[in-house]
């Protein structure tokens, strides 16, 4: 294994455990206070709700980052029914909408890869939102293959340099356990054959957008 496959296998990890461990240890504290007979309503709802919220974080890892996870058939699909789930699991507690217009036109399902690639940018999109908003989702084949288009609307939404950067694929010395996401997404999309397309030219709005070539196409 090469020493970049190492480094960016350690900071998929450090940024696992960091998304993680908030709401982890906050149902530890609250399993704490239970055993010390402390364990008020209002307790008891943060415990379940943070709970949950480990639940939801580590579903949606284990499609995004892992080998294959979740729903994901035989034949190396992601259903979009169950990309939707993981996503609307994973933005409850950032306080973002999502939004998926149903298209009978559209496909099912996506590529695997192609799978991850959109649950990542949608991670991407949701940390542009630091004060809530929006997250729009949109998957259609185009001339080229097969597009996604995700979208992040509210106050002050903005993408970080430092995540451009990554979703970039320009420097990866400058990929940190922050920006690891937008490195793999630009990673995974790369070999396989596709592009990634970012555009913040809109005030309190960010687009992230790839484009896959048509199964068994060639890439660029």
Not at 170 to 182: E, F, Y
Request: aromatic share 2%; glycine share 12%; hydrophobic share 50%.
């Amino acid at each position: 294994m090469s020493e970049d496959a190492i480094r960016l296998a350690q900071l998929l990890c450090s940024r696992l455990c960091h998304d993680l461990v908030g709401p982890a240890g906050a149902v530890n504290a609250g399993l704490e206070l239970a055993k010390d007979g402390g364990l008020d309503p209002a307790t008891l709802e943060m415990t379940e709700r943070s709970a949950e919220e480990v639940t939801n974080r580590l579903a949606f890892f284990r499609v995004a980052f892992g080998a294959a996870g979740g729903k994901v058939s035989a034949e190396g699909t992601l259903s979009l029914h169950e990309a939707r789930g993981l996503i609307e699991s994973l933005l409850v507690s950032r306080k973002v909408a999502l939004e998926w217009p149903n298209d009978a036109a559209g496909p099912d399902a996506l590529p695997a890869g192609a799978g991850k690639v959109l649950l990542l940018l949608v991670l991407a999109a949701a940390e542009c939102l630091p004060r809530g908003g929006g997250v729009s989702v949109h998957v259609a084949a185009v001339a080229e293959g097969m597009g996604l288009a995700i979208v992040a609307k509210g106050d002050g939404a903005r993408l970080r340099p430092d995540v451009a950067q990554a979703l970039a694929a320009a420097d990866p010395d400058q990929v940190s356990a922050r920006n690891v996401h937008g490195h793999y997404a630009a990673v995974l999309a790369a070999s396989l054959g596709g592009r990634l397309e970012v555009s913040d030219a809109v005030a309190d709005e960010v687009r992230l957008m790839s484009v896959f070539p048509p199964v068994g196409g060639a890439g660029p």
